[in-house]
């Protein structure tokens, strides 16, 4: 049976007690009604994760004992940095979610020209806090040991002048006019892919993507919706490159 992943912010160490309260209180002790004795998984983001076992269950604690570190690593070999254009809250929800279960080391979200969503600073803060919050509970529900980075929201033209550099990976940009199709890829190891919000990137902006070094990229004859052209361009890249790939 499987067991139940809990993330914690702190560190970690065989035989230390451990106090969880508030959310993570309630879902073991009311939701899942783990009783003294009954063992679950506490992993810190840092790699690996330790067995743990239930002393004490009220409804404001949980009160246990650190086990046996268990030296998991369930990254992917190919390092992905997923540039998304900002979607609707509940598209970019489901992207950032199933992003890291495919795992991504790093989600970036961006404003384009063509993009729906305009957010004042405060609403900002507050979505970003969120997209954090569902990655932590991707990386507890799919086995992740370490936590993918995801940034602040900028600009397309801020990320592109602040962040990227090509040197050392290799940049790809979802377009349905590219003639470069996944299955054409040579395995490599680091990878920046940008996919456009609802509406793609606008002709200014794909030709300064293009100038900064990125290569187009083809998903096939079919228009995609942006949170499946996100997923199926990863699944896609680790097919090729990473851990689903029977080249590894």
Known sequence: ?????????????????????????????????????????????????????????RPDAVEARVG??????????LHITLVQGLSRSERMDFTVQKAVELGVHAIAPVTTERSVVRLNETRRARR????????????QQCGRTRLPRIEAIESLDEWLDKRCSLQAVTGFVLSPDAELLPRDLAPVDHVVLLVGAEGGFSEGEMARVKRSGFKPLSLGPRI???????????????????DLSPRR
């Not at 783990?34 to 004490?56: D, M, S």
């Not at 046996?68 to 070999?77: G, M």
């Not at 995609?224 to 990473?242: D, N, P, S």
């Open 128 to 139: 970003l806090e969120h997209w954090r919050s569902i990655a932590l509970n991707a990386c």
């Open 68 to 77: 046996a570190y268990v030296p998991a690593e369930r990254e992917s070999p």
């Open 224 to 242: 995609l919706r942006t949170e499946t052209a996100a997923l199926a361009a990863l699944t896609a890249l680790q097919l090729v490159c990473g």
């Open 1 to 57: 049976m499987r067991k139940t992943r809990i993330y914690v912010d702190s560190k970690l160490a065989e035989g230390d007690g451990i106090r969880l309260e508030g959310e993570k209180a309630r879902y073991l002790g009311k939701v899942l009604r783990l009783e003294p004795g009954a063992e679950f998984i506490l992993f810190n983001g840092r790699g690996g994760e330790y067995l743990a076992r239930v002393e004490r269950s």
